[in-house]
């Protein structure tokens, strides 16, 4: 067993970047700190997607602060195109960018429905004398009525317009 090494701290086996090149982890093993033996599958992502020379390469390039976050995003998009051949995680982007668009296309319907309300509520305090209700207290409590159910205000807002026009 020549690739495990003896470490000054002791016994050590290889990472799981040099098990599966096969080759003598050294002390100063670039891969070592992130790829440890027990997680064999997140270096045979990345080394099946980049190449472990490119994924070595990407690793010296950076400053030993970055070096963690490089091969948590290169595990996940090399997870990312192995599970979708075709799109990686541009698939999972562009889906949440669909999902984006979509509520927020609800959500100006909703402003805007809002808005519509607020303008009924508006028209009926602001109603000309001769509709409006007999006594300001009525017409306090029919807009708490209508804020809390939409259907009773949709109701109204329909007598309202037959009522005016
Ligand atoms: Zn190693």
């Not at 090149?21 to 997607?49: G, M, N």
């Not at 602001?126 to 209508?146: I, L, M």
Request: charged content about 20%; some cysteine; overall charge neutral.
């Amino acid at each position: 067993m020549k690739d495990i090494i003896i470490r000054k701290q002791g016994i050590a086996s290889p990472c799981a970047a040099c098990k599966l090149l096969r080759r003598r982890c050294a002390q100063d093993c670039v891969f070592a700190p992130y790829f440890p033996a027990d997680e064999p599958h997140k270096f045979a992502s990345v080394h099946k997607v980049f190449g472990a020379s490119n994924v070595n390469k990407m690793l010296q390039e950076l400053p030993d602060h970055q070096r963690g976050d490089a091969v948590s995003s290169m595990v996940y998009e090399a997870n990312a195109r192995v599970r979708d051949p075709v799109y990686g995680c541009v698939g999972a982007i562009s889906s949440l960018q669909q999902q984006i668009d979509m509520l927020q296309t609800q959500l100006a319907l909703a402003q805007a429905e809002i808005v519509h309300m607020r303008m009924r509520q508006f028209s009926s305090i602001s109603g000309s004398p001769e509709n409006a209700s007999p006594s300001s207290k009525d017409t306090q409590s029919h807009q708490t009525r209508s804020l809390f159910n939409m259907d009773m205000a949709e109701d109204q807002a329909n007598m309202e317009d037959s009522f005016w026009h």
